[in-house]
Nanobody
Framework: QVQLVESGGGLVQAGGSLRLSCAAS???????MGWFRQAPGKEREFVAS????????YYADSVKGRFTISRDNAKNTVYLRMNSLNPDDTAVYYC?????????????????WGQGTQVTVSS
């Protein structure tokens, strides 16, 4: 497992942008990395993920075209650029790591999680 620390959350107006960062304590090159979010009263949901070398990227339909996931293995950091934010994007955003270089992992395969960072979008 790796230790993950998210940063970059905050309060933004609708239509605005934020960039979240997730710094890992160890090498991320052996991990498929993902972002999830949980809004109040709702279950945690998948947002985006990226394979170990950035060759495969996946997005939830709700964020496709607005969010961009990227990674820098030299810095052991994963990013989530969020544009055109709307109030429905308000949630705690979590970074997670799944120990695989294979195909897209199921949510249950992620075994390392950060503490989360709050994103609030005002209307």
């Amino acid at each position: 497992q790796v230790q993950l620390v998210e940063s970059g959350g905050g309060l933004v107006q609708a239509g605005g942008s934020l960039r979240l960062s997730c710094a890992a304590s160890g090498r991320t090159s052996n991990y498929h990395m993902g972002w999830f979010r949980q809004a109040p009263g709702k279950e945690r949901e998948f947002v985006a993920s990226i394979s170990w070398n950035g060759g495969s990227i996946y997005y939830a339909d709700s964020v496709k075209g607005r969010f961009t996931i990227s990674r820098d293995n030299a810095k052991n950091t994963v990013y989530l650029r969020m544009n055109s934010l709307n109030p429905d994007d308000t949630a705690v955003y979590y970074c997670a790591a799944a120990p695989t270089r294979g195909t897209r992992p199921m949510s249950s395969a992620y075994d390392s999680w950060g503490q989360g960072t709050q994103v609030t979008v005002s209307s």
